[in-house]
């Protein structure tokens, strides 16, 4: 046997769903009594659908004004400045991949390029 708390729940669930039918059903009885097109009708019954297919040039102009806007953001947030050892640019407090120095005690240590000879 439901309990009553459940039977209020199933109750109230119901007028709030009657209220919601009775809201709709006279913006339908509006619809058809000023005699509207019938897409008006469709709708409130349908979720919103585009006209038209989106062109592809279109998404991708769309695409890369967001692009630039967001690559603007990440270089207004990214700081450089000048190795003082070799001039190169890097990054704030990083270690310069250039030279391999970070305030002026050597970090990284420089590997030599060993040429590797293939013979046939």
Do not use: W
Not at 42 to 57: G, N, R
Not at 101 to 113: A, C, M, N, P
């Amino acid at each position: 046997m439901p309990t009553i708390s459940g039977a209020c729940r199933r109750i109230s669930n119901l007028i709030i769903f009657v209220k919601f039918l009775k809201i709709f059903l006279n913006k339908v009885a509006n619809l058809i009594f000023y005699r509207q097109n019938h897409s008006a009708i469709y709708q409130l019954l349908i979720m919103a659908v585009p006209k038209k297919k989106t062109a592809k040039s279109k998404s991708k102009v769309r695409y890369s004004a967001f692009q630039k806007k967001a690559q603007k953001k990440i270089a207004d947030k990214v700081q450089l400045e000048n190795c003082p050892e070799c001039k190169a640019k890097k990054l704030v407090h990083r270690v310069c991949e250039e030279c391999g120095k970070y305030r002026g005690k050597q970090i990284l240590v420089e590997k030599k390029q060993e040429k590797t000879r293939i013979s046939a």
